[in-house]
């Protein structure tokens, strides 16, 4: 038996209103963490505190978007207020791109897609970090993906932005060793969730379209899954995986 020893900590997970989030959200909360999740979907935010209840755990809310300083700045204020510290942080919330190629790529789509995936987790994470530093402890957990691997799984922004998680995956990962903080990412591989790609996967050539053919790809993965993997690297298992970019796809990275 894994443990985790996440009881009693307190753990922030953004984009928690569907799919890997939520998930991941769950299961902290199943190892008896108290759970901020954060996340633009009210609706579907609200859900994921019902299961959390339901299921016999805690769960307190920001609705927002985190791309947003004043919003960022209540996700850390609440969890502080509510938990008393923030021991994990996982920045999960992310859009997809339009799977444009980089002359195709306009500023509005360029901009919204490293603003949410790539500047959202940049401002979150340092207005965590005087938090954990205090506290002589942290874990960062970063969603990233398989396009942060390669080149040929997503648009020019998207692709970007994921190389720019692993940029500050480890950076954070030697800058902040000597201080009992780690930080590592999961990259999912093709998952099951409410992500949709709004673009002709074939626009961009036979590299792309063979890419994303079943045959590299491998079967679709699961939210849970992904949450698993999220919630291992999180816990005091994984206290000495730092700067990990894991991929969890099935193979698809191997191939
Ligand atoms: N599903 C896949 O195949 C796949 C593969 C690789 C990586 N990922 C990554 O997994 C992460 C989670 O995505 P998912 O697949 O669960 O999709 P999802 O759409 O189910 O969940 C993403 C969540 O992020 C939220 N969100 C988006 N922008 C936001 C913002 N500005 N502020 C606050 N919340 C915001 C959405 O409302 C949504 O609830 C993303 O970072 C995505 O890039 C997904």
Do not use: C
């Not at 509510?82 to 789509?109: H, K, P, W, Y």
């Not at 969603?143 to 799984?153: N, P, V």
């Amino acid at each position: 038996m894994i443990n985790t020893g996440l009881e009693g900590r307190g753990v922030v997970v953004t984009g928690a209103a569907s799919g890997i989030g939520r998930a991941a959200a769950l299961k902290f909360a199943q190892e008896g963490a108290k759970v901020l999740v954060a996340d633009l979907d009210r609706a579907g935010i609200e859900e994921t505190v019902e299961e959390i209840g339901a299921a016999g755990g805690t769960a307190v809310a920001v609705v927002g978007d985190l791309s947003d300083q004043q919003v960022v700045d209540e996700v850390v204020e609440r969890a502080v207020d509510a938990f008393g510290r923030v021991d994990v942080l996982v920045n999960n919330a992310g859009i997809m791109d339009r799977m444009s190629a980089l002359g195709e790529t306009g500023d509005s789509e360029w901009e919204r897609v490293i603003r949410i995936n790539l500047t959202a987790p940049f401002l979150l994470t340092r207005a965590v970090l005087p938090h954990m530093l205090a506290a002589g402890r942290g874990s960062i957990v970063f969603t990233a993906s398989e396009a942060a691997l390669r080149g040929s799984t997503a648009g020019a922004a998207y692709t970007a932005s994921k190389h720019g998680i692993v940029g500050l995956v480890k950076n954070l990962a030697v800058m902040y060793r000597g201080q009992g903080i780690r930080a590592n990412a999961v990259a999912p591989g093709p998952t099951t969730t409410s992500m949709r790609v709004d673009a002709d996967r074939e626009a961009h050539g036979p590299t792309i379209a063979g890419q994303l053919s079943a045959a590299t790809m491998g079967r679709m993965g699961s939210a849970e899954e992904q949450a698993d993997a999220i919630v291992y690297l999180a816990s005091d298992a994984a206290s000495f995986v730092n700067g990990a970019i894991l991929p969890v796809d099935d193979g698809w990275a191997a191939v």
